[in-house]
């Protein structure tokens, strides 16, 4: 499963940057935040919709695929599309 993710994941990496909104690596300015009107009350991907809000705004965002950080590789969730959905539709190509 690890090589699975790993490999999917790296196939998103272009140069410096890649494409992957996580909420547990995420970190925005305050002023940003509020500018953007914060976290949209969503059932999933709300990090990922504050992200392309502070796009659009302007900001500059760094995605940096330098900075890992390790979470839960549950294939269950409260929640239907979020990151526990990605990780069991890995697991099914197993």
């Not at 490999?7 to 410096?16: A, C, E, N």
Request: with cysteine.
């Amino acid at each position: 499963m690890r090589r699975l993710f790993v490999s999917d994941y790296q196939s998103k990496v272009t140069g410096v940057t890649h494409d992957h909104i996580h909420g547990a690596n995420l970190g925005v300015s305050v002023a940003a935040y509020r500018f953007a009107g914060g976290f949209t009350p969503m059932a999933c991907s709300e990090d990922r919709d504050l992200w392309q809000r502070l796009q659009a705004a302007g900001f500059c965002l760094v995605a940096d695929p330098g900075l890992i950080v390790t979470t839960s590789a549950r294939t269950d969730s409260r929640t239907e599309g979020g990151f526990a959905t990605h990780m069991r539709e890995l697991a099914a190509h197993l």
